[in-house]
T-cell receptor, first 111, second 114 residues
Framework: GEDVEQSLFLSVREGDSSVINCTYTDSSSTYLYWYKQEPGAGLQLLTYIFSNMDMKQDQRLTVLLNKKDKHLSLRIADTQTGDSAIYFCAESMAGGFKTIFGAGTRLFVKA | NAGVTQTPKFQVLKTGQSMTLQCAQDMNHNSMYWYRQDPGMGLRLIYYSASEGTTDKGEVPNGYNVSRLNKREFSLRLESAAPSQTSVYFC?????????????FGQGTRLTVV
């Protein structure tokens, strides 16, 4: 069945890079997403990647996709305390109505 | 723009009570969703509405009902609340017509059933 897995916690020092990893099982997924959830708020889309891409860069964010291994990662360069949040990996198919979310990785940034 | 608005933000219910969570979006989206978020389990889809007039079960529909009142509004009803329904509930919407099904989320409703 469809499943998205990610580690639950990551702790980094301010200024370092953070790498959050995710694995998914549905090889027919068309879109893979990273959402960010700040305390007391809903999820906000950070970035997404098409399944036919290997990499996408957006300012401090780099998304890497290894389709063969069904592995997705999010790298945050120069991590700041404001990046402390829960990051959700998600997958869906084009035009599909079901987005499958991982359990979320809680990122702690130490000053 | 307000985006997706959920009410209430917090609610405490006694076991067996009923309530309706309200959700409205102003982005003219076709699709709307209700999720619940529990620690360590991510978001699980309760019900969704692909378009006005249709609703479908998600992963965890038992104990819930939904109504897509019009294109803007999608409500979630708990007929007889149980402690297992203590959770944070999120409404979301997306433009199901486009390939990128980015979802926009409300702020959430924190529900406690005692």
């Amino acid at each position: 069945g469809e499943d998205v897995e990610q580690s639950l916690f990551l702790s980094v020092r301010e200024g370092d890079s953070s790498v959050i990893n995710c694995t998914y099982t549905d090889s027919s997924s068309t879109y893979l997403y990273w959402y960010k959830q700040e305390p007391g708020a809903g999820l906000q889309l950070l970035t997404y990647i098409f399944s036919n891409m290997d990499m996408k860069q957006d300012q401090r964010l780099t998304v890497l996709l290894n389709k063969k291994d069904k592995h997705l990662s999010l790298r945050i360069a120069d991590t700041q305390t404001g990046d402390s949040a829960i990051y959700f990996c998600a997958e869906s198919m084009a035009g599909g109505f079901k987005t499958i979310f991982g359990a979320g990785t809680r990122l702690f940034v130490k000053a | 723009n307000a985006g997706v608005t959920q009410t209430p933000k917090f609610q405490v219910l006694k076991t067996g009570q009923s309530m309706t969570l309200q959700c409205a979006q102003d982005m003219n989206h076709n699709s709307m969703y209700w999720y619940r978020q529990d620690p360590g389990m991510g978001l699980r889809l309760i019900y969704y509405s692909a378009s006005e007039g249709t609703t479908d079960k998600g992963e965890v529909p038992n104990g819930y009902n939904v109504s897509r009142l019009n294109k803007r509004e999608f409500s979630l009803r708990l007929e007889s609340a149980a402690p297992s329904q203590t959770s944070v509930y999120f409404c979301a919407s997306s433009d199901g017509q486009r390939g990128n099904t980015e979802a926009f989320f409300g702020q959430g409703t924190r529900l406690t059933v005692v």
